[in-house]
């Protein structure tokens, strides 16, 4: 019984996403970490669902927002931070593990070693596809990652008062309470 009403909400839960991929994809990650039928209600009768985004609807966000609101606090800031870089970047991990250590967004466990953590972090964003296109190389000992489009809006919405960039070209504006500007 509790298996059939399981697939009950799954079918629609992924009727809500209408098909995307990447709604598909974050929302199954976010749904293989909860356990109980009242978690997967929960998550069906969010109201984030009905929500518009920055005035208008969009089809892809309302399962972006319930994984990123599901993250602990931590992985929101480091996730957010992302922000800073343009679309499309391929972003170095290494710059990446450096800025949320350097942000103190990486908290300490104990005896565990932060480069473990920081470790943890990394892989769990992309597992849940915050991060995605991640490339090693080997010989360069570099490994790179990017956003989709969707989650790097996304991180800037989680960002907006504290990060800002604005594109060559483009008039200076960006709210007062910004803390880091960079320029694409």
């Not at 356990?35 to 997967?40: F, H, K, L, P």
């Not at 990446?96 to 892989?123: H, K, Q």
Request: hydrophobic fraction near 40%; include cysteine; proline fraction near 4%.
């Amino acid at each position: 019984l509790e298996s059939t009403e399981f697939e009950t909400i799954g079918k629609a839960i992924v009727k809500k996403c209408e098909g995307l991929p990447l709604a598909l994809k974050v929302i199954g990650s976010l749904m293989c970490l909860k356990t109980s039928i009242s978690d997967w209600s929960c998550i069906l009768q969010s109201e984030v669902w009905e929500l518009t985004y920055e005035g208008t609807h969009t089809q892809i966000l309302p399962s972006l927002k319930l994984s990123y609101d599901n993250l602990p606090p931590h992985m929101r800031q480091c996730f957010a931070l992302c922000s800073i870089f343009p679309k499309h970047h391929e972003m170095d991990k290494q710059l990446l593990v450096e800025l949320w250590v350097a942000y103190g967004f990486v908290p300490s466990r104990g005896d565990s070693d932060l480069y473990d953590l920081v470790e943890e972090i990394f892989n769990a964003l992309v597992w849940r596809s915050f991060l995605q296109d991640v490339k090693e190389c080997i010989f360069e000992g570099v490994t790179t990652c990017k956003m989709h489009d969707e989650m790097h809006n996304l991180a800037q919405s989680g960002m907006k008062y504290e990060c800002s960039s604005i594109m060559s070209g483009e008039i200076l504006k960006f709210p007062e309470e910004v803390l880091h500007l960079s320029s694409q």
